[in-house]
Structures are given as structure tokens and as C-alpha cells.
């Protein structure tokens, strides 16, 4: 048998200053890359999100609105409004 081996991580960019998140990151790129390990990161980072992940998938009070490429979530109007705009699916704080 083989298994998959994913690993979840919650807001690691977090109260983590950028050297450190740039060394965490390029570990995470090693593992996947050597090891390959596939991660799901939760983060609202798009900026950093978009050096690591392939397919983003945007939720917005427990709903999905949205998924595809970091490029493709940051111009869905669904995401511009619940982030940004307010609206139906506003983000609660």
C-alpha cells in the first residue's frame, strides 16, 4: 500500500517575521518537492499563499465561494466582496 501524506497548517504567517516565513517556506517548497508531502495552508495571505500554492480555494463563513489559481480568487467579485466590500458574505471579525 502507498499513502498520501498531507499536512495542515493553520495561519503560519501568524506574528512570524518575514526571514523566518521566507525559511519555512522554502522547507515547505523541499518537502513537497523531495518528500512529496502535500500541504493545505489556511492563511488570508494572498501574497504569500500565492508562492506556495497551485489551487487556492476562497470560504467565507464556512461557505466556499470560490476556487482556482490565486490570480482567479483575487478577481472573483464573490471574494472582492466578502474581503473587501462587505455585503452578503462579509467577513466577520
Request: charged share 30%; glycine share 8%.
Amino acid at each position: 500500500l502507498r499513502y498520501s501524506r498531507h499536512i495542515l497548517l493553520d495561519e503560519i504567517g501568524a506574528g512570524i517575521n518575514r526571514t523566518l516565513l521566507a525559511k519555512i517556506s522554502d522547507k515547505i517548497k523541499l518537502l513537497n518537492n523531495e518528500r512529496g508531502l502535500t500541504f493545505c495552508l489556511i492563511e488570508h495571505d494572498l501574497d504569500y499563499v500565492s508562492k506556495l500554492c497551485d489551487d487556492v480555494v476562497v470560504m467565507a463563513q464556512g461557505a466556499v465561494l470560490t476556487r482556482g489559481s490565486v490570480d482567479t480568487v483575487r478577481q472573483d467579485e464573490r471574494v472582492i466582496e466578502a474581503y473587501f466590500g462587505g455585503g452578503k458574505y462579509e467577513a466577520r471579525v
